[in-house]
């Protein structure tokens, strides 16, 4: 029996961990299943999605595996306990990026399918199981390749689904090319939220990535004070002709531990509010095509393993919302309720989302993402919550489930009108209802 | 399933129409709570609490009927509850006691143990049987109301607090057990309350209310101390009042 939590650390349940090691061996624990079953990859989503208490927890990082990549299309298949990392540490040196790229590399290519993670690309490439070609999916009921082509019922109704129509053992996905390991990258500090929102929803077509951090905890004339990076793969072109034999070199990833289990606390409000405002003096006014290795891009947080632990043992929440276009308004009023309230968060982070993609639980739908960390622990942070909760729902919008630990449940089928679509499939592959997690009894989904 | 700040959504009430319990209930169900189990002696005291229950935002109320006065009703009490639940239990609140009458009760033995009974006895059966169930979920909590009487002992209530010092200090050993199991048991150690149960007395310092202890219950939830004292205060007083000499304490108010 080992206990469990997500990223956050704030919802721990204990279950019997299983690891195995094919596609054979995970039919035949969904097939005698008497207890609730759920797959796992690397933990990093901040809730309770990828444990099931008093139940059996696949650790899909048995599932590995990293087959050939095609020179010519760029697919490769690897198994679904992959890590992006690892799949990053072979493609790259070969002139191969990933497709889509959450905020970390520290995840399996099986938890990305389940979240349908996004990047700072959605605008332009929308999610990441629209470069999935196909993937093989267990079920209760038997096992399955399936694309969006073949069965476009299971595939997208798996893509966001958290796990909860069976277990990928294996995806065959479409990277992109890349000529060299960095990224061009425009840095803007912008002064406050109406020159931020400016700026991004004009420029959005001219970068591949965006995304801005904002200081949630500046009040007053600087209220959602911001730092826009957008960036583009760089070419070989682009490089000065010394660098331009070693476009690409073997990456070497410096990784730097937290060695200790910080006392809960350690950010407060005062050393975030600090941080926040050391981290907006830190930035250059404006800059132009600076070169950056791919990781200080896209992955800047792994640097430090396990900060997690710096929130200490009451643990984080992550609150992450999707609102329209027209709702530009909303994210304002959430920054505003939240700068005010006093609950202390850390930089926020704000990306345009581009058309929502078919999965039938993906989080994107076209128009603004903000994503936010606080600290477990301020008297007032649920109820500040659960206001955000009804005004993104009032606003046809949605909380990310990838990220929640609090959802109020009235609020999801508003929130993913396509639930029930979700619902008749899962009674289809999964009859006797075997998969099943600690956020799927939290939200009765 | 409980959420990221301890808020259970399925709870059971052990003692269903205690004041503290009810309060603490209420509470529950204006965030998550929208089943609640409710277990106890009296019919119209737990229909009344199941309404202000569902006015509170609870859908489920199911009833269960028991005698604390009759600890082998216990396991079957709490089999009833688990079953009315059904579903994974966040929260079980243990909130059942008699107060008696010291006076009548301290030279017969049958008065005795009827305060013994539901205050130690009753309540030590029930988490005999609960605690299994639970720690098979894999999840969990165990709020157990327990009371400053047993802290220290004094002359005035010494059976019901000796009951009480005796469930608080089981439930210590309990929450022990339970490490690593993904369940937990906090103890809930309220001063004077004034409520139905303590009505007419006169007042102690540090006397405290039915919703001042529910507060508190509360925001314990969240914060996961093993355990609550209500004033909080309490914790340092009493670290202060078990030093006293015998005489002393004989001679303090209250
Ligand atoms: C620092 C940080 C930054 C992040 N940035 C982003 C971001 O920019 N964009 C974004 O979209 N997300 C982001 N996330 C969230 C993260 O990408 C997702 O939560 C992702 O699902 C985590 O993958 P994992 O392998 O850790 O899966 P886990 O957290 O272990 O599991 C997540 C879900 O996937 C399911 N699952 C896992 N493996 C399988 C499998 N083999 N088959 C079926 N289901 C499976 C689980 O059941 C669970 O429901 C970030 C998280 C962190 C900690």
């Known amino acids: 029996m080992t206990a469990l939590t997500g990223w956050g650390r704030t919802q721990p349940s204990v279950a019997t961990v299983v690891t195995p090691a094919n596609e054979h061996d995970v039919l035949d624990i969904l097939s005698r299943a008497t207890r609730g079953v759920i797959a796992r990859g690397l933990g990093r989503s901040y809730g309770d999605a990828a444990q099931v208490s008093g139940g059996i927890v696949i650790d899909g990082r048995g599932l590995g595996g990293i087959g050939p990549i095609d020179e010519s299309t760029g697919e490769v298949t690897v198994g679904a306990g992959t890590s992006i990392e690892s799949l990053l540490a072979t493609s790259v040196p070969k002139g191969w990026f990933i497709a889509v790229s959450p905020g970390t590399r520290q995840v399996t290519i099986g938890g990305a399918i389940a979240a349908d993670v996004h990047g700072k690309n959605h605008h332009r490439d929308g999610a990441f199981c629209q470069h999935v070609r196909s993937m093989r999916l267990v079920t209760p009921t038997g096992a399955m390749t399936v694309g969006a082509a073949n069965d476009p019922e299971v595939f997208w109704g798996t893509a966001g689904a958290m796990g909860l129509t069976g277990v990928v053992t294996e995806a065959t996905l479409a990277l992109i090319p890349i000529e060299t390991d960095r990224v061009l990258v425009d840095t803007d500090r912008c002064k406050d939220l109406d020159a931020l929102m400016a700026a991004m929803a004009t420029g959005e077509e001219d970068h591949r990535y965006s995304v801005a951090w904002v200081d949630c905890m500046a009040t007053g004339s600087s209220l959602g004070r911001a730092v826009l990076t957008r960036g583009d793969h760089a070419r070989r072109e682009h490089l000065d002709a010394r660098e331009q034999g070693r476009a690409i070199a073997p990456s070497a990833s410096g990784l730097l531990r937290v060695p200790w289990r910080a006392p809960s606390g350690l950010l407060n409000r005062a050393s975030i509010r600090a941080f926040n405002e050391a981290w907006f003096r830190r930035a250059p006014t404006h800059r132009r095509g600076e070169p950056v290795s791919l990781g200080a891009f896209f992955h800047p947080l792994d640097f430090v393993t396990d900060w997690n632990l710096l929130y200490g043992r009451r643990g984080v929440v992550q609150y992450q919302l999707a609102v329209p276009d027209r709702s530009g308004e909303t994210v304002r ?93 899962r009674a289809r592959l999964d009859p006797h209802g075997v998969l099943n997690s600690d956020l799927a009894r939290r939200l009765g989904v | 399933m409980q959420d990221a700040f301890g808020n259970p959504q399925r709870i059971v009430v052990l003692g269903g129409s205690s004041d503290i319990a009810r309060a603490i209930a209420v509470r529950l169900c204006r965030e998550r709570a929208r089943t609640v189990v409710l277990a106890g ?209 004989r001679r303090l108010p209250g």
């Open chain 1, 333 to 425: 009023r959430a920054i505003e309720l939240l700068a005010t309230s006093g609950v202390p968060s850390f930089l926020a982070v704000l990306k345009r989302f581009g058309p929502a993609d078919p999965g039938f639980l993906s989080f994107p739908i076209e128009g603004w993402t903000l994503a936010l960390d606080m600290p477990v622990g301020p008297p007032r942070l649920p109820g500040v919550l659960d206001r955000l909760d009804e005004l993104v729902a009032a606003d046809g919008g949605r909380v990310y489930l990838a990220k929640d630990a609090r959802l109020d449940p009235r609020h999801l089928p508003a929130m993913y009108p396509r639930l029930d679509e979700l619902t008749a499939l």
């Open chain 2, 41 to 249: 002696r009296s019919e119209a005291l737990l229909s009344d609490a199941a309404s202000e229950l569902r006015e509170a935002g609870a859908t489920e109320v199911p009833l269960v009927r028991f005698d604390a006065a009759v600890p082998s009703s216990a396991a079957a009490t709490v089999e009833a509850c688990l079953e009315a639940a059904g579903g994974p239990v966040d929260l079980v609140v243990v909130a059942v006691g008699a107060l008696g009458d010291q006076a009548l009760d301290e030279d017969d033995a049958t008065r005795a143990l009827e305060v013994v009974n539901a205050t130690y006895t009753w309540p030590v059966a029930a988490l005999s049987a609960l605690r299994g169930r639970l720690v098979a979920q894999g999840t969990g909590r165990i709020l157990v109301c327990s009371s400053v009487a047993g802290v220290r002992v004094r002359r005035a209530n010494y059976l019901y607090g000796g009951a009480k010092a005796g469930l608080d200090a089981t439930c210590v050993g309990m929450a022990e057990s339970l490490r690593g199991t993904g369940v937990a048991l906090q103890i809930l150690r309220p001063g004077f309350v004034r409520s139905k149960m303590t009505h007419g007395r006169p007042d102690v310092p540090f006397a405290t209310d039915v919703d001042a202890v529910a507060d508190v219950a509360v925001a314990g939830l969240s914060s996961g101390q093993p355990v609550l004292w209500s004033p909080p205060i309490l914790r340092y007083v009493f670290a202060v009042l078990g030093l006293l000499p015998q005489g002393v304490w």
